[in-house]
């Protein structure tokens, strides 16, 4: 992954391009008083950057030399850069705009778990700081180096440890090393027959390893679960040497190691395999495009799905600002059409009294036998028509399949115009949702008109469970000019995390905690709970040398 | 609760009888050597006991009945040995035998979370231990102080917070207090509705607090899920103040603080409330009777289920040491005849090739709509004929769903007439399942020998999961006489422990690991992982007051 932009989302030479979008520059212009036309800014030259010269001696060196070979340990500048943060749009701007910060002094590349130990015996030796790499996507600031740093820091990028290991057929279960990128690790899997079933929007640039520290959840994830679900056992070098749980379904062995390996961002070590339930890639997978009138209709029907003996694979329900948002990013001929075809807006507005400037777009998805597919698409159907919602075929499912993991690179592109895009999102129980979704879209109004800036706000509903789904915000807005652009994103994207506390929600339901999310944590989940992860990160690490600052 | 037995399980004046059961004493006869027609042995008289003084002092005293009122601090002698020991054998045989060992000085009964604080408080103030107490049915050694505790010993019962609270019904949530035994709060549920579906064997004496305390599973968790799954969101009294989750449905908050409460066996404070999820009570439930010619077979179609587009509700399949003890406690005309009946056995042993002798019981159980429970069937039934399994109707079924919360009772019954029965149950993978069984199954014969004893060792399997399943191991011996009973059982029991983790499996799939396992958690989840326990506990209760010595 060497072409990853030090400056942006994903592949070096990959960009958004709206050329081919008639109506996105209108819809651009029309929300946030862009004009698309001018010349964009892209990011400063690598060259440009002031660099800080790397922290390194000479012992520590040669301990990492040793443990991982010479050309596994690197102090070249864009290695360095590209491993100092992770993908948020404060990361982002910051390292666009030159402000690369305090970067790792030094990246090792172990090709084994042992070689995971001895760099960690060094950098602890060492007194170092030590900030496990995967696919460096995080956008709550998981990755960075505090600024106050002084010890050295050594980010470990877990890249050479990609290989799915071994597939045990009867228990559905595999090993797979944590720094395999999710198209690699599917890839493999797939040879044999199995699918993870882990699709998050950062698929094509995250790990395994990653998705557990993290929490991840994917776009299938209604069907497959959560990281949570899907990691059976998990290896992971601490300082107290190499813990390791066990494959088993269930157990009763005290609170749960391996639910605090999850979620735990490199505070208690680094993760270097785990074991994950796979499963047969499935015979038949459709994902079909529904309508509704509202988005209280659509949320209602996805409850009600939950609460159904249907179980899809993919249940999501975009608000109208979103819907608009998906028709303006459609191609002069895609099969989107259809569902802005006129004869199809003559039914909704004459037969089913739609609105069709405030209707919802949904996808719901299906996998399994061609029974079983067509049994749940009736059963789906029935509520989906008790809510008055309409299908519109598979057409609009496959467009979204296609480009579901080109979104993030749309941020770089209004960037590059000058607007800021982000995202933030929660869950809470099915009851609450409808004034969690209210007060956070106020929450991003109101904070858009506090700092005097044109912007806009979308959601969609993007995993059901049983008692609740998770809402996934998108706001972007173009900077006033008064002030600084982050401090004008500070205020928004806080409005929006208050809202989601305040309402009984959560900070975030897969984004993870990192620094960026950190100030909500006590309103969230309590203080002695946050006490208690001081507890732990403290006695796993009592000198602080593990990824400190994130989390609590 | 008052009417529970101080030297056995359950309700006094509740045993299990035999003499409807004609094939049950020849059983017994055969497999123990044991003559069911001598003199039963009762436990010793409550009177003979030897009760040490209560260490309580009147500041201690004081500060408790401010906390919950007078009437709710008793040192009575009954409530103080009933509140000393779980329902482990070796809980009962030494209560029985007179051994009460270090009994709880005080037992308080809060009415409200608020009286929870104030006697954790108290505790504190005066260095006193706490131990909470739910339905004392631990079988793992959860409750029992240290007989080295010079400390006050407080024991806190629950049973006063026994309500369902509120039902959140569009997100099918409870919240449930903490002390509500498994009848009392599926009335309340049931009232209006509802269902926890959580039916471990101690149901009728267990409650929600000490089922999230240690992990439960119940009869049903293939399609309610096990209590980590349950259990939404926790509320507990801890020394740092109420830790208070949301009952989101699913959160990258870091490392899952819900998950270091499941389990904790009030190492980390007192569970006082929970919000769990609740299903409709199902239209339609059926649990219908297979047979297989072996275990072996049988464990393949509960894979080959778990694997499949079906969803059942209870996945149970019996050895044929097991399926023979089923049949022996059958009564003189009971449905499970039918599954004997001469013409049965023609067909079995002539058409299908059984051997009667070895074959193995099995019962799976459907729930939903009438349509669903009929599509499961078929699609069960398939997979059962593919493994030379057959149908035997409903019958079987009724009588275990009525029969199965009298199981514990006949372990008294034994020890009234000198012979020991435990149970010991693990999880692993579907690949490992056919050694652990081996193993296991093994180890105890071994064992039985090694000290001399005549044994009889049975396994079910109780769940299924993607994955992997549990195993459930019973056994009963009558001690050989030349040495301790207790001394034989140890040889035994750890004999069928070591064989678990030998094997890769677990040492408990629900059970919890209290004092009597572990001794087997380093080799399970690894020295590193309970060195994080070990951090956890340290860090939320310095002084070591909460229930100290359990899990670690």
Known sequence: MSAMKWWGWGTEGVAFDHTDKPEFAPFISEHLGLDLSGTPAPAVAFEALDLPSARLDDGLRRALEAAVGAPHVSVDALERVTH???????????????????VPDVVVHPGAESEVEAVLRAALDADAVVIPFGGGTSISGSLEPSAQETRTIVSVDLGRLNRVLAVDAPSRLARIEAGAYGPDLERQLNDQGWTLGHFPDSFTHSTLGG?????????????????????RAVRVVTPAGVLATRPVPSQSTGPSVREMVLGSEGRLGIITEATVQVHRVPEQRRILGYLFASFTDGLAAMQEIAASEAA?????????????????????????????????????????????????????????????????????????????????????????????????????????????????????????????????????????????????????????????????????????????????????????????????????????????????????????????????????????????????
């Open 84 to 102: 100092a943060r992770g993908k948020s749009i404060r990361d982002i701007y910051r390292h666009r705009t030159g402000d690369i910060g305090r």
């Open 211 to 231: 998705w557990i520290a993290t929490r991840s959840s994917g776009m299938q994830s209604d069907r497959y679960g959560d990281m949570a679900d899907l990691t």
């Open 312 to 552: 899809p694979s993919v249940t999501r329900i975009s608000d109208a600002a979103e819907t608009r948002f998906s028709f303006a990013t459609r191609k002069a001929s895609s099969p989107v059409d259809r569902v802005k075809s006129k004869a199809l807006t003559a039914f909704l507005e004459r037969r089913r009294g739609f609105d069709t400037d405030t209707m919802c777009l949904s996808f719901i998805g299906f996998e399994g036998s061609p029974s079983h597919v067509a049994e749940q698409r009736k059963a789906v159907g029935r509520i989906v028509g008790r809510h008055r919602g309409v299908c519109v075929g598979a057409g609009p499912g496959v467009l979204y399949d296609q480009k579901k993991f080109d979104t993030p690179y749309i941020r770089d592109f209004l960037l590059d115009h000058g607007a800021l895009g982000d995202v933030s999102e929660t869950s809470a129980p099915w009851s609450l949702l409808p004034a969690v979704y209210a007060d956070a879209t106020a929450a991003a109004r109101r904070a858009f008109a506090d700092v005097g800036v044109r912007g806009y706000v979308m959601c969609h509903l993007s995993h059901s469970y049983h008692g609740g789904a998770c809402l996934y915000f998108t706001f972007a807005f173009r900077p006033s000019g008064a002030r600084s652009p982050m401090d004008e994103y500070d205020v928004i994207k806080a409005a929006v995390q208050q809202a989601f506390v305040d309402a009984g929600a959560t900070l975030s339901h897969h984004h993870a905690v990192g620094v960026e999310h950190a100030q909500w944590l006590e309103q969230d989940i309590s203080a002695p709970a946050v006490g208690m992860l001081r507890s732990l990160f403290a006695g796993v690490d009592p000198g602080g040398n593990l990824n400190p600052g994130k989390i609590v």
